[in-house]
């Protein structure tokens, strides 16, 4: 199963735009500063007669009023509290079946040639950690076991080849729980199941995929021949435990 720079001051060399603001800045008032000069400079009238001179008139001088240094304010620290609408997700590690068994869900990944590593105890059930978790919004959450073994018997997961629609099934972890409700029950052939891959995506309505071998068992082939798999939808929203 597939699971699935520039910096910001730009390139080296460059003046950052910020600072390329504060210089364009600091050059216009430079520059305005040598134009009111020359046009002080320029407009003085030339020298005549002192009997000529029209009387200077008197210049007030304008003292600067001092104002006292502005009062900082110290603001004591808080600690950050999540907000009420911040989503909380956690993997599940753990399965209520319908029949009320309950079976320990275990992290699985996928290996280099695409399959997915279900656990070998068929005790136990595999959460692929490409997929959703419980409270996601959206996406597969995708579980799977084996349905049974030569040496350990029959497993837990056998309980999927007899479910039917509408039967409850409940995802736990350590502070969450989520109930769900069982909507379709398909058997596909192994070989098709890359081609459903839809029904492990990470995007689209929340949902919880359950799968097990199915017969017929044709050991020449390679065992199981098909797949059951179990959808089922969320009939409640996610809870504390």
Not at 51 to 58: K, Q, Y
Request: glycine residues 10%; aromatic residues 4%.
């Amino acid at each position: 199963m597939t699971a699935a720079s520039a910096g910001p001051d730009g390139p080296p060399g460059s003046t950052p735009q910020r600072s390329r603001g504060v210089a364009l800045v600091a050059a216009a008032a430079a520059a305005a500063g040598v134009v009111i000069a020359v046009a002080v400079t320029t407009s003085s009238a030339p020298a005549d007669s002192a009997d000529d001179r029209a009387p200077t008139p008197s210049t007030e001088t304008v003292e600067a009023v001092s104002r006292p240094p502005a009062r900082s304010v110290r603001v004591p620290a808080r600690e950050a509290v999540p907000a009420g609408s911040q989503i909380n997700t956690e993997r599940p590690d753990l399965i209520v079946l319908p029949s009320g068994t309950r079976v320990r869900v275990r992290l699985a990944s996928t290996l280099r040639n695409g399959t997915f590593a279900v656990p070998a105890n068929i005790d136990a059930a595999g959460w692929w950690d490409g997929g959703a978790r419980i409270g996601d919004p959206f996406g597969a959450i995708l579980i799977a076991g084996h349905v049974d073994s030569a040496v350990q018997g029959l497993g837990p997961f056998a309980e999927l080849l007899g479910v039917g629609t509408g039967d409850p099934v409940v995802l736990e972890s350590r502070q969450l729980r989520q109930a769900f409700v069982i909507r379709s029950v398909a058997l596909l052939p192994k070989a098709e199941l890359a081609e459903q891959s839809g029904l492990f995506a990470v995007d689209g309505a929340p949902r919880l995929i359950l799968v097990t071998c199915a017969g017929p068992f044709d050991a020449d082939a390679g065992g199981y021949q098909n797949l059951a798999v179990v959808t089922a939808t969320p009939s409640g929203g996610v809870e504390d435990h």
